[in-house]
């Protein structure tokens, strides 16, 4: 038996090495020239590394936890010592003991409470199956903000928070995805939580390093640069059509995001698009402001802040364990990142560099500044994940996971456990395995 895995992202390559342990003979193909899609390191000082792509877990982020055991890697706590910065509702630049924004209690309270009440009418293994599925998916977060929301710093904070957890502009995503979003999640107080929640760690070294162990394992079963085109299938099997060449497989896996798997050509069609509608790339860029040592720490600050104007709309201290440097990184994400990912490089670094100035007053100019834009990656079109907005989860929800004859889909856009993050890629990869495994082993005794 043997298996064409498309896309060498966490999905693709957990689904790889579930395969060959169970003796199919696969092959990779990633169109880039490099492994991990979503997960990606640059290096920030010699041997030294920051996340550009994904970066945090927490404790309930299973597979991700056995995964990084498996491959001997550590986790390094988030930093959450110090004070806040935050320039919310035009009262000037202000720090705070804690992590919650000088912004109404009350209003931030019933936010939060009414955004736990959405989350708790969704089913999370089947959202368009949810009793209220019709209602949510009607509208946009953007629409229930305006119906719900009466108070200013609610209505200031939400984008931002929005914003923070999803990459997602309000009008981008229906309210079903959104309530959707936060269950799979673990709710919404897990996942906006640092210490005990899912940003309390980050990958001692990189989360780039998960893919990177995990294709060396793999060898030379791993094609780079190889974009896929099509996918043929037919009695006997699947033709993988790559820029490359042609690959024969008896299935395929497709673990690329859905707008980029509807890109790919399929004879049959598959049933039903994978994206299509309203979904739309998740939009973030990510700023990495390198000092020579964390400088914000002497001030007795943590790093993080919130801003309501950009380009940084918060920031947090991502300095590597090894304590070669400090890193400061930014997030630039929802409508504000089309913004800036539109700018010449030398206007987004001066941006970046005057607002971090202001949010902390005294840091000198910083040694290096990266600016990692994943809205005009060719194979990523947008982060942390997918954006479903109305009309959608009814139409894609059904077949999200169904295989299309001997293609199977993968990838975190469908899991809905942890979807968009890096638990539920794995999840999907070991998920499709799985399946593979018991669909065909009763074809081949190999499997
Ligand atoms: C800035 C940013 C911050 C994030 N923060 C977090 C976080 O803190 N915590 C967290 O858990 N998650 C986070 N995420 C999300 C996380 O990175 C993703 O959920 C996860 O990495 C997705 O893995 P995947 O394998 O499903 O898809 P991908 O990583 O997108 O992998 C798909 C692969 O397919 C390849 N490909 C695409 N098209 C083709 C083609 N036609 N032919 C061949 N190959 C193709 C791509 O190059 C890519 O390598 C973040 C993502 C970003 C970008």
Same mark, same amino acid.
């Given at each position: 038996m043997n298996v064409v895995v498309v896309g060498a992202g966490l999905a693709g390559l957990t689904a790889a090495a579930d395969l060959v342990a169970a003796g199919v003979e696969v092959t990779v193909l990633e169109a880039r020239e490099r492994v991990g899609g979503r997960t990606h390191g640059i290096e920030v000082a010699p041997g030294s590394w920051a996340d550009a792509g994904a970066a945090y877990l927490g404790d309930r982020h299973t597979a991700l936890l056995a995964l990084l055991a498996e491959l001997d890697?550590?986790?390094?706590?988030?930093?959450?010592?110090?004070?806040?910065? /935050?320039?919310?509702?035009? @009262?000037?630049?202000?720090?705070?003991?804690?992590?919650?924004?000088?912004?109404?209690?009350?209003?931030?309270?019933?936010? /939060?409470?009414?955004?736990?009440?959405?989350?708790?009418?969704?089913?999370? @293994?089947?959202? !368009?199956?949810?009793?209220?599925? @019709?209602?949510?998916?009607?509208?946009?977060?953007? @629409? !229930?903000?305006?119906?719900?929301?009466?108070?200013?710093?609610?209505?200031?904070?939400?984008?931002?928070?929005?914003?923070? %957890? %999803?990459?997602?502009?309000?009008?981008?995503?229906?309210?079903?995805?959104?309530?959707?979003?936060?269950?799979?999640?673990?709710?919404?107080?897990?996942?906006?939580?640092?210490?005990?929640?899912?940003?309390?760690?980050?990958v001692d070294g990189g989360a780039h390093q998960l893919c990177e162990r995990l294709a060396a394992r793999l060898g030379e079963r791993v094609r780079l640069g190889t974009p896929v085109r099509a996918v043929h299938q037919d009695g006997d099997g699947v033709t993988v059509v790559a820029r490359t060449g042609e690959f024969r497989a008896d299935a395929a896996v497709i673990a690329v995001p859905p707008l980029l798997a509807d890109a790919i050509e399929h004879r049959p069609g598959p049933p039903a698009p994978r994206s299509g509608g309203r979904v739309a790339p998740g939009c973030a860029v990510k700023v990495h402001l390198i000092y020579p040592t964390p400088l914000w720490r002497e001030q007795g600050l943590s790093g993080w802040s919130v801003s309501e104007h950009g380009p940084l709309l918060s920031t947090?201290?991502?300095?590597?364990?090894?304590?070669?440097?400090?890193v400061l990184t930014g997030f630039v994400t929802g409508r504000e990142a089309h913004r800036f990912a539109a700018l010449p490089a030398a206007e987004q670094r001066a941006q970046a560099l005057a607002q971090a100035e202001r949010l902390f007053p005294g840091l000198p100019a910083p040694i290096a500044c990266h600016v990692t834009d994943w809205i005009n990656q060719d194979y990523s079109r947008g982060c942390y994940a997918a954006l479903f907005g109305p009309g959608d989860w009814p139409r894609l929800g059904p077949g999200l996971t169904a295989p299309h004859r001997r293609v199977h889909w993968a990838g975190t856009e469908t899991s809905t456990e942890f979807f968009g993050l890096m638990e539920g890629a794995i999840r999907s990869g070991h998920r499709v395995a799985a399946e593979i495994k018991k669909s065909y082993g009763r074809r081949d005794d190999h499997v």
């Open positions: 890697l550590k986790t390094t706590p988030t930093v959450t010592t110090g004070g806040s910065r /935050f320039a919310l509702g035009g @009262d000037g630049d202000r720090t705070s003991s804690g992590r919650f924004p000088p912004l109404s209690a009350v209003a931030l309270g019933e936010l /939060f409470e009414s955004l736990e009440e959405l989350t708790r009418q969704v089913r999370a @293994d089947a959202p !368009w199956l949810s009793v209220d599925a @019709d209602r949510l998916d009607g509208r946009t977060a953007a @629409d !229930w903000a305006g119906e719900h929301l009466r108070h200013p710093d609610a209505r200031l904070f939400f984008p931002l928070f929005l914003g923070e %957890m %999803m990459a997602a502009d309000p009008a981008d995503v229906s309210v079903l995805h959104l309530a959707f979003y936060l269950r799979s999640g673990g709710g919404i107080r897990y996942l906006n939580a640092f210490a005990g929640g899912a940003q309390d760690s980050r947090v201290d991502d300095s590597p364990a090894d304590g070669a440097v400090g």
